[in-house]
């Protein structure tokens, strides 16, 4: 019996050993990356034209005629958000610095915590740890890091929208943090049509609803700025900057600098039309025709992600964050393919895929691009790989889900008694004679 108990005790204490190794890993590397920080010198420039919003609705000024900085940059988001910034109007921008960093590295952790719990991965005794390691580590990744060097709200919009993902479908609360989202800084409404075409009917309206609020709330308290903003403004691409740097890692930053333009025109539109039809597609073969495959819903979530981001014409490298949950998705699978034990390839196609996925979103591949090596558009084609890693990666992985996909809707083959654990070869799904529900 003591020999039992024991046992029980370490099984026990191998959570928490694991959790306090974790807080260390973490800890060092949030103290390395608050060091590179202070030499890098941020400016939180973002930080700061949010503030200068906040004191123009705070003040009574006109929120869209500001500029700010060196660059001169303008307020691009609706009114609402220029709201929710007026309290920074009156703090120091040394005060909002520290605020603005603190918040973000919280806001992290929760969508550390929301991506475990999308993916179900791992389990609930190791998710502590897990939250840890990806929010001490995932200040490398460089969505996140510019996301933090500029005093972006990315990481609010995608908590917000992952929050939203793993309510359960019998929550009245669907859809509110999509339309939340939306109506903070709109690409985000990408989601509700795909709550449209998966048939959840009431969450697409609590969104639709969540979003339209915001827009009456900043129509009855900023007017004149609501009507230039959902009239003129949110069109005007040119307020937001230049598509063509390697800052733009949408489609149509890429086929700028590919065909050396600075308007491609109908050939990029009809490219980022096709690109979101077949996205939005495969998210809702992952949802409505994979019932059997393994995290078929956060699949789908990933999947509308990378197309909203793909298909937007400006999305910055900041806005890439969705590499977040994808990373914690990818190490679900490599973790569930670890445990098959399938030989040769079949057990390592996750893991080497996860650390792919990391080694693109950690490689600040686009700032290496020689500044003197293009003036406008003008980029040797030697530099296109680097100067559009993440688009790249973003078609890569819609072909990546195109395949799983492929493999769940495919009649299931005839038992192979011959392999490990009744695991096919593939090592997605297991070979059976019954039929697939």
């Known amino acids: 019996m003591t020999t039992v108990n024991r046992a029980i005790g370490a099984v026990r204490a191998a959570p ?18 608050a060091v590179l920080r202070h030499l890098s010198h941020v400016s939180m420039v973002d930080a700061m034209v949010y503030q200068a919003e906040g004191d123009a609705v705070a003040h009574g000024r006109d929120l869209y005629e500001l500029r700010v900085g060196a660059y001169a940059l303008p307020a691009t988001y609706p009114p609402f958000s220029a709201m929710l910034f007026a309290p920074a109007a009156f703090l120091s921008f040394g005060a909002l610095r520290v605020l603005v960093t603190l918040v973000n590295l919280v806001e992290l952790a929760v969508v550390a915590a929301l991506s475990c719990k999308l993916a179900g991965w791992p389990s609930r005794p190791l998710r502590p740890a897990a939250v840890l390691l990806v929010t001490g580590l995932g200040v490398w990744l460089e969505p996140v890091w510019t996301t933090l060097r500029y005093g972006q709200i990315n990481l609010l919009i995608l908590a917000l929208v992952l929050w939203d993902l793993t309510l359960p479908e019998s929550s009245r609360l669907k859809g509110v943090g999509i339309g939340l989202a939306a109506g903070l800084k709109v690409t985000p409404g990408f989601f509700v049509v795909y709550l449209l075409l998966t048939r959840r009917f009431r969450a ?27 009239t003129k403004d949110l ?38 039309a096709a690109v979101a039809v077949a996205g939005l597609a495969l998210a809702v073969l992952a949802e409505r025709r994979c019932p059997g495959m393994p995290r078929a819903h956060a699949w789908a979530g990933m999947t509308v992600a990378i197309t909203m981001v793909l298909v937007s014409p400006i999305s910055w490298t900041h806005h890439w964050v969705w590499c977040v949950p994808l990373l914690v998705l990818l190490a679900a699978e490599a973790r569930a393919e670890r445990r098959r034990g399938l030989p040769g390839w079949a057990g390592h ?19 290496f691009v020689p500044h003197k090596a293009w003036h406008g558009v003008q980029m040797s084609y030697w530099f296109e790989p680097a100067a559009s890693v993440y688009p790249l990666f973003g078609l890569a992985f819609l072909a990546l889900v195109a395949v799983r996909v492929h493999r769940w809707t495919r009649p299931l083959p005839p038992p192979d008694r011959s392999e490990p654990h009744g695991a096919s070869a593939l ?9 697939r529900p």
């Not at 609803?209 to 308290?221: F, N």
């Open 427 to 435: 090592g997605d799904r297991p070979r059976a004679t019954t039929a």
């Open 204 to 230: 697409a309206a609590t969104a639709a609803a969540s979003c339209a609020l915001t827009v009456l709330v900043g129509l009855l308290v900023l007017p004149g700025a609501s009507w230039d903003f959902w």
């Open 235 to 272: 069109y005007d691409t040119t307020r937001v900057g230049k598509e063509y740097i390697v800052d733009n890692q949408s489609l149509r930053g890429m086929a700028d600098r590919l065909l050396h333009s600075t308007h491609t025109g109908t050939a990029t539109v009809l490219l980022a």
């Open 16 to 33: 928490r050993r694991t959790t306090v190794s974790a807080a260390a890993v973490a800890v060092v590397s949030l103290l390395a990356y």
């Open 349 to 367: 196609r996750w893991r080497v895929v996860l650390a792919g996925t990391a080694l693109c979103f950690c490689s600040f591949a686009m700032w």
